[in-house]
């Protein structure tokens, strides 16, 4: 199997769209591409997986142990062709300006992948060599194996370029990539575009076209990018599932790790989606329910319309079974969500909380929680780590128990977070499961003691 990560100098220099060109051109040769993104990010993985027809997984080595990381690329990996990792912001940024934790560097060095170095060229003349230069020499550790430019003017524009690098530069040029609105993914306040959003018909066949055009694939397939061995790691079996726990998955809830939902399998559980915008009743025979991140505020209307649906959610919570909320979750479960239009929108009202969207991000980056009562996710004191990352502001309508006390790595500040009751509980922070397998097995063992009770009723 070949692998590389691709990185860059910053972040919006390029990375997705070499990955999703890569991904794309490699994947019409018939070549099975498992794609990772490193760090937290929803929208990458699932313009990845659009790409690569296969589920892209997060990497990120602040929410996960270096064995999460090592596991999570090793299963996954172990029958494909191919490994693209995308990196996040700068190849060198991570936590904290002292330390490569939670860098694509730190990331890059645990898998033993080479690089390839993706660079902003659009404003760029014989400086970019000596950008290109200080990255090869800042980590002897790391190898690097290629170099993409973006945003090329032309030819001649390249060749002022390569004439720069080539002379002062180790790393050979893969190829180079102008400015090309066909590949170009719309953004917003979080931002790309949700791969449900985009039509992947077109948008894979420019991807494609370009790589094939600008890129040199078939250095990408050469033996110097060849994976060393890893470790074979077995891949738990997924025992015969005990309960089933509703997915909520549209445009307005899409932002799911792929390994949370593995590791609800891998605990016991049927994982059946339904869509809050179009479903006008839950599935039938649910145990419990996991509603998680992505754009409730850009369908708010829809989803307050959908009376139908909102009644057998606050009919599902009431009869105790288990409910499970994250950022986008928890604002569609509490009672009204004001959107930046000035309306206000009626939401599922199984808790008592208002939500109103804000201009500006109002918690952003890593955060650890400590859980402050016994809940759905754990016990009292259990320590958990996340991310955080949202345009907007809740609060409670009455006295309601806080769930965790947070302490956020960005801001160093601490405060209380997320709210919890007996069989619900939903939050601003998305956990990643593979770090903390002990939530998913939680969630089903008391999904399965409310369905115990009621089958004793019956």
């Not at 909320?325 to 009626?346: N, P, Q, W």
């Amino acid at each position: 199997m070949n692998g590389f990560l691709i990185a860059g100098p910053a972040s919006g220099v390029g990375k997705t769209t070499v990955s999703l060109a890569i991904s794309a051109g490699l994947h019409a040769r018939g070549l099975r591409i498992q794609a990772f993104k490193c760090g937290p990010d929803f929208l990458d993985t699932g313009h990845l997986t659009a790409v690569t027809q296969r589920p892209a997984r997060n990497l990120d080595r602040w929410m996960l142990d270096i064995e999460s990381v090592v596991s999570a690329f090793a299963e996954s990996s172990a029958d494909v062709d191919v490994a693209v990792v995308e990196g996040m912001m700068g190849l060198f940024d991570g936590i904290s300006g002292q330390g490569e934790q939670g860098s694509a560097a730190e990331i890059a060095k645990i898998l033993s992948l080479r690089v390839i170095l993706v660079v902003d060229a659009s404003k760029s003349g014989r400086s970019i060599a000596a950008v290109i230069r200080g990255f090869e020499v800042f980590d002897p550790e790391l190898r690097f194996a290629g170099l993409v430019l973006n945003g090329v003017a032309g030819e001649s524009h390249f060749r002022l370029l390569s004439e720069a690098i080539t002379p002062n530069c180790s790393t050979p040029i893969l190829g180079w990539l102008p400015q090309d609105p066909a590949v170009r993914i719309p953004e917003r306040h979080l931002g790309l575009h949700t791969a449900a959003e985009i039509d992947w018909r077109e948008k894979r066949g420019s991807l494609q076209e370009l790589s094939e055009k600008q890129l040199n694939l078939d250095l990408l397939l050469a033996p110097e990018f060849a994976m060393p061995a890893i470790d074979a790691y077995v891949v738990a079996t997924r025992p015969a599932p005990r309960v089933t726990i509703g997915i909520a998955r549209d445009e307005a809830f899409c932002f799911y790790y792929q390994d949370n939902l593995d590791f609800l399998e891998r605990a016991g559980a049927r994982l059946v989606e339904f869509s809050p915008l179009r479903d006008t009743h839950l599935p039938p025979e649910l145990d419990a329910l996991y509603l998680g991140g992505g754009y409730p505020e850009l369908h708010a209307e829809q989803l307050s319309a959908n009376s139908t649906l909102v009644s057998d959610i606050r009919q599902f919570a009431a009869l105790g079974r288990p409910v499970y909320g994250e950022c986008g979750g928890m604002i569609y479960l509490g009672k009204r969500l004001s959107t930046r239009d000035g309306k206000v929108h009626a939401m599922a009202g199984v808790l008592p909380l208002e939500t109103e969207m804000t201009e500006k991000l109002v918690h952003f980056g890593y955060v650890e929680v400590e859980l402050l009562l016994d809940s759905l996710i754990g016990t009292k004191g259990t320590v958990l780590r996340g991310h955080s990352f949202h345009y907007s502001q809740c609060s409670a309508t009455r006295d309601f128990p806080a769930a965790f006390e947070a302490r956020y790595t960005l801001s160093k500040r601490t405060g209380m977070e997320g709210y919890a009751c007996e069989n619900v509980l939903a939050s601003y922070i998305h956990l990643h499961f593979r770090g903390a397998p002990s939530v998913p097995e939680r969630i089903v063992e008391m999904a399965e003691q409310v369905a115990r009770r009621f089958a004793e009723v019956r």
